[in-house]
């Protein structure tokens, strides 16, 4: 079957640096996606990852390693605005989308 | 610019009652998606579009179904609700299959 694992719940402070992991199990690859989600809105589009190697959007950053099936979303200078779900989602054979429960991030003062 | 709108943005539906939900983009996307997501769930799709005129089954199409007439609207019907349907509901666009999707506000269903 197809899988997406991230952690549930992480906890960071103001100002530092959190990563946040993803490993996936999919029949094919056609890229992986990050989404950030605040309580209560929609999804938005953060990163796309289909090569191997660190993309970087401002304070922002997400790796991919295809060979170990990996991705970490790395967030610098941590802001209060910060909080709230990422999502990991992978593009399959199919090109169809395939989600992980999402990790919720809390940040404290 | 608008994007993507959906219609309603809650609803309170009695079971065994039938219920349309409506999603509309200006973007001219041609792919749309009807996504579900529930508490300690990914987003689970529903019903696809990859263009107007055509439609494909998800993860859990049982007891919803689409049309795609034009480009721009997208609507999911449920025949008739059961709770297991309470949910959050959200209606996306892509370009391309393999491009970010664009996500509308969210329906909120609750089925009592």
């Known amino acids: 079957g197809q899988n997406i694992d991230q952690p549930t719940e992480m906890t960071a402070t103001e100002g530092a640096i959190v990563q946040i992991n993803c490993t996936y199990q999919?029949?094919?690859?056609?890229?992986l996606f990050w989404y950030q989600q605040h309580a209560g809105e929609a999804p938005t589009f953060l990163s796309y990852?289909?090569l191997d190697g660190l993309e970087e959007k401002g304070r922002f950053s997400s790796f991919l390693s295809r060979s170990k099936g990996y991705s970490y979303l790395l967030l610098k200078e941590l802001q209060m605005k910060d909080s709230a779900s990422y999502l990991c989602a992978v593009m399959d054979s199919n090109y169809q989308l395939i989600w992980g429960a999402g990790t919720k991030l809390i940040i404290k003062p | 610019t608008a994007g993507i709108t959906q219609a309603p943005t809650s609803q309170i539906l009695a079971a065994g009652r039938s219920m349309t939900l409506r999603c509309t983009q200006d973007m001219r996307h041609n792919a749309m998606y009807w996504y579900r997501q529930d508490l300690g769930l990914g987003l689970r799709l529903i019903h696809y579009s990859n263009t107007a005129g055509t439609t494909g089954k998800g993860e859990v199409p049982d007891g919803y179904s689409v049309s795609r007439a034009n480009t721009d609207d997208f609507p999911l019907t449920l025949a008739s609700a059961v709770p297991s349907q309470t949910s959050v509901y959200f209606c996306a666009s892509s370009d391309r299959g393999n491009t970010e999707a664009f996500f509308g506000q969210g329906t909120r269903l609750t089925v009592v």
């Open positions: 999919t029949s094919g690859f056609n890229g």
């Open positions: 990852n289909v």
